[in-house]
């Protein structure tokens, strides 16, 4: 018998999907969803038909509008939750994104911080009413944090009766809170967390808005749809192979892979807690790259260092931010493209893209050239970390799957089966080799000019359902503990990003993954690339991100 009791885990999966939906008041109910031939794209203004139409100004802004609105006393923090949580509740019943929605709770803190700002004439704090989400990691009070494990229903991380489900916080959500962030849901990750793609058994499959054929990757998948759908300005994610980079990418967003130690992952849920070989990172999503600025120097505001020992004490340094810029305006900056990492090539859109940045960059007088790290060095460091994954040969993974006894989604890996766990001799062998490969890259990068470089996430613009077959592009940058930026170039157009028919395989996998592309398919589907730079940079990476925003947003032929 499982430890939940009588009650197998298709019932208890079942009640808690209910109680997702009841938790969205009825006048914000669907009467009916439509199916994928009948709307493919169910973002812009597919969605806002159900709002009004100022729900839909909130909703549109970015977080850096918001709490320009929010901190002047323009806009109460009570319409803009309001307005977010309404939109939530749509963008969940159209792809299956949120896990936990705590309305209630937002709005009474909402109307707390609209009475601070009666009273002293000020806000809170830099977030000042303004809506975050956060994945389904973070502990809030009083809120079931599943991580999509039917057997973590209503308990802390699968234990019953234990009291730290209604008093703990994790570190950050302390940190925002005292921000004047209003915290409002939790959003749907793939049990385990290593998954590209979010599937569970308690709400299903979590859907790409811009195209409901494709998945909205994983882990934080559920982040990157709600962003996506408008339900969200901004939140927080994880990422130790993709993460957060993955669904940034798939849902057109940005988002921050920052450096192990430079934001507080201090009392949150894990999958593999302690293993330190790689470590995964806390980092934000959002709608424009000022978004993710805008949260991260308010984390870093609070000085997490002094309540997360493994964060590191570096400031938000607006030295580092102003260097880049003028390296920028004076034409100095120098950035490598990474077009094809040995393994698989990526899809056309993707490839278009590439170019397109390329271009992009030459026209303004900085330098682009060709990436060419170590021979086979992404994959070596990719079959290490793969290796830190199984230190314990899966039970971590198995012992939360039995909990109620339901099975794993077929999307995951096989390395979460049973196998040997590894011993100290072999995790020193790992750590070692990592430390070389490290080194080996440092040593290459050294040897060039480049200030950051831009690759793929992955080697598709997102993923159709079961055809995550390769990781290479995303989990090389944790293996390596470099911060990376996503930024949204394109979208896939079937009339331009054809199938290439000269195209040459370097593997199996290489024919396999490229026989997957269909430009009927992937029409419409959202295409970014990620920028790349040196450990603790992120804020030399956000601001090029800033600045390509810009002049992506330029009209054709203008500078």
Request: charged share 20%.
């Amino acid at each position: 018998m499982s430890s939940t009791g009588d009650a197998s885990w298709q019932t208890l999966a079942a009640a808690k999907r209910e109680a997702i939906l009841a938790s969205i008041p009825a006048k914000w109910r669907l009467d009916k969803i439509p199916t994928v031939d009948e709307q493919r794209n169910v973002a812009g203004a597919y969605i806002e038909q159900f709002l009004s139409p100022k729900e839909v100004e909130i909703t549109k802004a970015d977080s850096v509008g918001i709490v320009e609105k929010t901190t002047s006393g323009a806009w109460s923090a009570v319409e803009v939750a309001e307005a977010f949580c309404h939109r939530a509740s749509l963008s969940h019943q159209l792809v299956n994104c949120l896990h936990e929605m705590f309305f209630d709770a937002a709005l009474a803190d909402a109307k707390d911080l609209d009475a601070w700002f009666a009273e002293h004439g000020k806000p809170k704090g830099p977030l000042h009413g303004l809506p975050v989400s956060l994945k389904d990691q973070f502990h809030v009070r009083g809120v079931d944090t599943t991580m999509g494990y039917v057997g973590w229903i209503g308990t802390f991380q699968g234990q019953r009766a234990d009291p730290r489900r209604q008093t703990l916080e994790s570190e950050m959500v302390r940190e925002l809170r005292a921000l004047g962030a209003v915290l409002y849901c939790k959003t749907a990750v793939p049990h385990t967390l290593m998954c590209g793609e979010t599937v569970n058994n308690i709400v299903g499959y979590a859907w790409n808005p811009a195209n409901r054929h494709l998945s909205c990757g994983g882990s934080s998948g559920g982040e990157g749809a709600l962003i996506a759908l408008g339900g969200s300005p901004g939140g927080f994610g994880t990422d130790i192979g993709g993460s957060i980079r993955i669904p940034s990418a798939f849902n057109g967003l940005f988002g921050l892979r920052p450096t192990s130690g430079r934001l507080p992952y201090e009392g949150m849920a894990n999958s593999m807690d302690g293993q330190n070989s790689v470590l995964s990172v806390v980092g934000p999503l959002a709608s424009s790259a000022g978004g993710v600025k805008l949260l991260t120097k308010s984390i870093l505001s609070a000085e997490p260092w002094l309540h997360d020992p493994l964060v590191v004490e570096i400031p938000w340094r607006a030295d580092l931010e102003a260097q880049t810029k003028d390296r920028i305006a004076t034409s100095q900056l120098s950035i490598g493209f990474l077009d094809h990492d040995g393994g698989v090539g990526p899809h056309p859109p993707l490839k278009r893209a590439l170019a397109l940045l390329r271009n992009l960059v030459a026209r303004s007088g900085n330098k682009v050239f060709d990436w060419q790290p170590p021979a086979k060095s992404h994959e070596a460091v990719t079959d290490l970390i793969m290796k830190t994954w199984t230190y314990d040969g899966g039970a971590d993974v198995r012992k939360d799957f039995a909990l109620s006894g339901e099975p794993w989604a077929p999307q995951l890996l096989d390395v979460w089966k049973e196998r040997p766990q590894a011993d100290a001799s072999a995790i020193a062998a790992t750590n070692r080799a990592l430390r070389e490969r490290r080194k080996e890259y440092l040593d290459y990068w050294n040897g060039t000019s480049a200030d950051v470089f831009v690759a793929p996430c992955a080697p598709f613009t997102a993923v159709r359902p079961g055809k995550y077959d390769y990781i290479g592009y995303s989990s090389f940058v944790n293996a390596l503990d470099l911060p990376s930026v996503v930024v949204p170039i394109t979208t896939v157009d079937k009339g331009v990003d054809v199938v290439d028919a000269g195209f040459r395989p370097v593997s199996e996998l290489d024919k396999k993954i490229q026989g997957d592309y269909d430009p009927e398919i992937y029409d419409g589907a959202p295409v970014s690339l990620q920028i790349i730079g040196r450990r603790y940079q992120e804020e030399k990476l956000l601001a090029i991100a800033e600045w390509l925003e810009g002049e992506l947003k330029k009209p054709a032929g203008t500078s």
